[in-house]
């Protein structure tokens, strides 16, 4: 089994439409969930940073994570063609490691 | 807006040729990564550095690899001789404290192509 598994898409969606975009995982140590947006042949940038279960707003985007179901989400509303990208999730644990494991990433196209 | 910056953007070069990769963080920054992201691939992690060494590596950070931070502000990725495999985007990372407390900043990354 994958440390971190996210559906590759690609996801194509009306503008305005509600995105969701999910990652599981199977290590029950990860505390820390990100989750990035990369536009094509560029650097992952943040969107959201989540410590353990929990809800988290910012504008647009809301992250939830649900640890007892290895489960973590990201939901997009009202998206615009701008959205357009590919969405990383990465995940991280409180033993001391440094890296950050990242999922394959989900395309996702908002069509205008 | 603080970003990381990576130079070149793009690199070219001959199998088994050495290649340097510079990393500026941002600059208040304590803990430094590399990762790369062979095309088509996820992001995998390389390496992280602290307090001028380093702090974890993969496996893929092999003997062909090393790091410094020459100067107050630099970082960089050597690759002593390169293989067609290590064609791949390679992204440096930077965070204030100890990753998971504190997210990570990538920058646009280099383009590395072995030929």
């Known amino acids: 089994q994958k440390e971190v598994e996210q559906d590759p898409g690609p996801l194509s969606v009306p503008e305005g439409a509600i995105v969701s975009l999910n990652c599981t995982y199977s290590n029950s140590a990860f505390q820390y969930f990100m989750w990035y947006r990369q536009y094509s042949r560029k650097g992952p940038e943040l969107l959201m940073y989540?410590?353990?279960?929990g809800n988290k707003e910012d504008g647009r985007f809301t992250a939830q994570v649900d640890k007892s179901s290895k489960y973590i989400s990201l939901f997009i509303r009202d998206s615009q063609p701008s959205d357009s990208a590919t969405y990383l999730c990465?995940?991280?644990?409180?033993?001391?490691?440094?890296?950050?494991?990242f999922g394959t990433g989900t395309r996702l196209k908002v069509l205008a | 807006e603080p970003e990381v910056t990576q130079t070149p953007s793009h690199q070219v070069t001959q199998m088994g040729q050495e290649v340097i990769l510079r990393c500026v963080p941002i600059s208040n920054h304590l803990y430094f990564y590399w990762y790369r992201q062979i095309l088509g691939q996820k992001v995998e992690f390389l390496v992280s550095f602290y307090n001028n060494e380093i702090s974890e590596k993969s496996e893929i950070f092999d003997d062909q690899f090393s790091v410094e931070r020459p100067d107050g502000s630099n970082f960089t990725l050597k690759i002593r001789s390169t293989k067609l495999e290590d064609s791949a985007m390679y992204f440096c990372a930077s965070s204030p404290r100890l990753a998971g407390k504190e997210t990570q900043y990538f920058g646009p990354g280099t383009r590395l192509l072995v030929l």
């Open positions: 989540t410590y353990s279960s």
């Open positions: 990465a995940m991280s644990s409180t033993s001391g490691t440094y890296k950050y494991i």
